[in-house]
T-cell receptor
Framework: NAGVMQNPRHLVRRRGQEARLRCSPM?????VYWYRQLPEEGLKFMVY????????ESGMPKERFSAEFPKEGPSILRIQQVVRGDSAAYFC???????????????FGPGTRLLVL | DAKTTQPPSMDCAEGRAANLPCNHS???????VYWYRQIHSQGPQYIIH???NNETNEMASLIITEDRKSSTLILPHATLRDTAVYYC??????????FGKGTRLHILP
C-alpha cells in the first residue's frame, strides 16, 4: 500500500508565476491536510479538505492561495503570482474516512520544496 | 498555540534508551497524545499515539501518566537514524495538527 505521494518533489518558479502542488492520499483515505514549513520554522496548518469540500481553511493566506480535492484525482494546492516569501516545504497528510471514536491518524507525504527566484 | 511543552533538545548515547518527556497539563478528556518525528526536513513520520493506556509498537513505547498531564516517548535502543525533531501533539480526530517546536534529539555515537 503506497504512502502519501506528492509531486513534484522540487519546484522552481520565478516571481509572478503559478505553482501547482499535487498530493495523492493513501489508498482508501478521503481526508487531506496541507501544511507549510518555512525555512528554519515549524510546520503550520493551511487547509483541510474532504472529497469536493473544504472543511477548514483557517490557515490559508487570504490571497493567491487555493486548494481543491476533486472527486477524482489528487488534491491540488495552487499558489498564484508567487513571491519569494512563498519559498517553503509544503507537506500534505491524509487520513481515512470517518472514525468511530475521535482517534484519527494523519500520515504525511515527503513534501514539495518550492523555491521562488 | 501548541498545547504541549517539550525540552528543546536532548542527547542520547547510541544503543541506549531515549526517553522524551512531554507536558500537556490542559489536555481534554477526548484528546489523544500523538508523537511524530521529522528527520532532516523529510515529511513528519507518525510514531505512536494513545489515550489513557500505555502503548507499544515496533518503533517505540508511550507512557502516559494516570492524570494524563504528561507522557514519555521511549525509543528502546536508539540508533543514529533516530536523530530527528520529535513532536508531541494532543488532538482529537478530524482536527488539524498544531505543531510546537518539538525536541531535537541527538544520538551520540
Amino acid at each position: 500500500n503506497a504512502g502519501v505521494m506528492q509531486n513534484p518533489r522540487h519546484l522552481v518558479r520565478r516571481r509572478g508565476q503559478e505553482a501547482r502542488l499535487r498530493c495523492s492520499p493513501m489508498k482508501g483515505h478521503s481526508h487531506v491536510y496541507w501544511y507549510r514549513q518555512l525555512p528554519e520554522e515549524g510546520l503550520k496548518f493551511m487547509v483541510y479538505l474532504q472529497k469536493e469540500n473544504i472543511i477548514d481553511e483557517s490557515g490559508m493566506p487570504k490571497e493567491r492561495f487555493s486548494a481543491e480535492f476533486p472527486k477524482e484525482g489528487p488534491s491540488i494546492l495552487r499558489i498564484q503570482q508567487v513571491v519569494r516569501g512563498d519559498s517553503a516545504a509544503y507537506f500534505c497528510a491524509s487520513s481515512p474516512p470517518g472514525y468511530i471514536t475521535e482517534e484519527e491518524t494523519q500520515y504525511f507525504g515527503p513534501g514539495t520544496r518550492l523555491l521562488v527566484l | 498555540d501548541a498545547k504541549t511543552t517539550q525540552p528543546p533538545s536532548m542527547d542520547c548515547a547510541e544503543g541506549r534508551a531515549a526517553n522524551l518527556p512531554c507536558n500537556h497539563s490542559t489536555i481534554s478528556g477526548n484528546e489523544y497524545v500523538y508523537w511524530y518525528r521529522q528527520i532532516h526536513s523529510q515529511g513528519p513520520q507518525y510514531i505512536i499515539h494513545g489515550l489513557k493506556n500505555n502503548e507499544t509498537n515496533e518503533m517505540a513505547s508511550l507512557i502516559i501518566t494516570e492524570d494524563r498531564k504528561s507522557s514519555t516517548l521511549i525509543l528502546p535502543h536508539a540508533t543514529l537514524r533516530d536523530t530527528a525533531v520529535y513532536y508531541c501533539i494532543v488532538r482529537v480526530g478530524g482536527d488539524k495538527i498544531i505543531f510546537g517546536k518539538g525536541t531535537r534529539l541527538h544520538i551520540l555515537p
